[in-house]
């Protein structure tokens, strides 16, 4: 079992729509949440940073956590074709020095 | 005025082949690392330094050698190169230890073993 589990996808929705991004994970000691956004042939770029269970906000993107479900969330509200990308879930720990990588969910946004 | 720069950006080479990738970054960070990412989208770490010093070296092989000048480069040097090792190579980059700040990732390397 790999240590993040993430839905590959791929995932279409119309422009506009609520776009709703998971991962579950197994091992405890992560307290330290990301979520990057990849555009095709480019690198990962860091989308939003969480370090508590709950949600939290930047603009149009929510990450929500949920450390007791071992569950963490990415909400994207008034998607626009531009948000067409692969998001990766990625996960760490005080004193560990590498990010854990979900396998990313591929996203289409049609105008 | 590029955070975290890779060359080449593209790499066709022949099997049996050595090859290098340079990477540098002008954020003052203090951690730089490589990942693989296969042809899943699948990142995983590979490499780890920490102001000159290797930190993480996961299962890799031994034809695969990192080497830090200093804490502003990272290369990737590869040895007898094979198919298998096909793949978009990052560099990235995080202001300490720990990454609980987030990376900054270069555009990636494509290498292609033929």
């Known amino acids: 079992q790999k240590e993040v589990e993430q839905d590959p996808g791929p995932l279409s929705v119309p422009e506009g729509a609520i776009v709703s991004l998971n991962c579950t994970y197994s091992?405890?000691?992560?307290?330290?949440f990301m979520w990057y956004r990849q555009y095709s042939r480019k690198g990962p770029e860091l989308l939003m940073y969480?370090?508590?269970?709950g949600n939290k906000e930047d603009g149009r993107f929510t990450a929500q956590v949920d450390k007791s479900s071992k569950y963490i969330s990415l909400f994207i509200r008034d998607s626009q074709p531009s948000d067409s990308a692969t998001y990766l879930c990625?996960?760490?720990?005080?004193?560990?020095?590498?990010?854990?990588f979900g396998t990313g969910t591929r996203l289409t946004i049609i105008p | 005025d590029t955070a975290v720069s890779q060359t080449p950006k593209y790499l066709v080479t022949q099997m049996g082949n050595d090859k290098s990738i340079k990477c540098e970054q002008n954020?003052?960070?203090?951690?730089m690392y490589w990942y693989k990412q296969d042809s899943k989208k699948f990142l995983k770490i590979m490499f780890s330094y920490n102001n000159k010093e290797l930190i993480i070296n996961e299962t890799v092989p031994n034809r695969f050698s990192p080497k830090s000048p200093d804490k502003a480069h990272l290369n990737l040097h590869i040895n007898s190169l094979e198919l298998g090792d096909s793949a978009v190579y990052f560099c990235?980059?995080?202001?300490?230890?720990?990454?609980?700040?987030?990376?900054?990732f270069g555009s990636g390397t494509r290498l292609t073993v033929v």
């Open positions: 990625a996960m760490t720990y005080f004193g560990n020095e590498k990010l854990t």
């Open positions: 954020l003052g960070h203090d951690t």
């Open positions: 990235a980059s995080s202001l300490v230890a720990g990454s609980n700040y987030g990376y900054t």
């Open positions: 091992n405890s000691a992560f307290q330290y």
């Open positions: 969480t370090y508590s269970s």
